[in-house]
């Protein structure tokens, strides 16, 4: 591989976890960018937005991501909003591979709903109505990724093929 996968999409589409076993998979690298930033600032993505503020996540988001999708080619998993970023989107343009991991929204808020990890843009007691709402914004920007993987399932060995038969 010669350039960087980034995998985009809403969060609770798994890219985490595909993203783990892609790079396995390709003997490559993988780097969780929201994990990254948890790692230098010492704090939660959640306790970031609590105390900073989403624009300045949305700073550090940018420098971090730019940052790995500039270092050598590996599989990167980008943050449900990363992609929404100009800059990113053009970074990824230029020296990676986007790829837009699309399950259906049923999927997704099984997932988010089963997670303990608790994402600050979400209202929990009017989960699957938000994560519609984020999800047609961002879908029209989503559709602009590389590849697109639409998949009723949530076994990631299958999606992992299925990307790679893409690639
Ligand atoms: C966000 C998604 C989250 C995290 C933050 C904002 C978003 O990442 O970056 O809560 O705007 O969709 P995941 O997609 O990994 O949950």
């Known amino acids: 591989m010669l350039k960087t996968i980034v995998l985009i999409g809403m969060m609770g589409s798994g890219k985490t976890s ?13 780097v969780d960018i929201d994990h990254e930033i948890e790692k230098k600032y010492e704090k939660s993505v959640s306790e ?3 105390i900073n503020g989403e624009q300045f996540f949305r700073k550090i988001e940018e420098n971090m991501s730019c940052k790995f999708i500039d270092g050598k080619p590996g599989v990167i998993s ?12 053009n970074k ?7 790829v837009w991991i699309n399950p259906s929204l049923e ?11 608790k994402r600050p843009l979400l209202d929990y007691k009017n989960l699957k109505k938000t994560i519609k709402e984020i999800y047609d914004v961002r879908k ?3 559709k602009k990724a590389d590849h697109i993987i639409k998949t009723k399932s949530d076994n990631k060995k299958i ?9």
């Open 107 to 117: 999927n997704i808020y099984h997932r988010i709903n089963k997670s303990t990890n």
């Open 48 to 50: 970031i937005f609590k």
């Open 92 to 98: 990824i343009k230029t020296n990676g591979i986007s």
């Open 159 to 167: 999606i992992v093929e299925k990307i790679i038969k893409k690639l």
């Open 140 to 142: 029209p920007i989503y």
């Open 18 to 30: 595909v993203g783990k076993e892609l790079a396995k998979k390709l003997n490559l690298e993988f």
């Open 78 to 89: 980008l943050g449900g909003g990363g992609y929404i970023n100009k800059k990113i989107r």
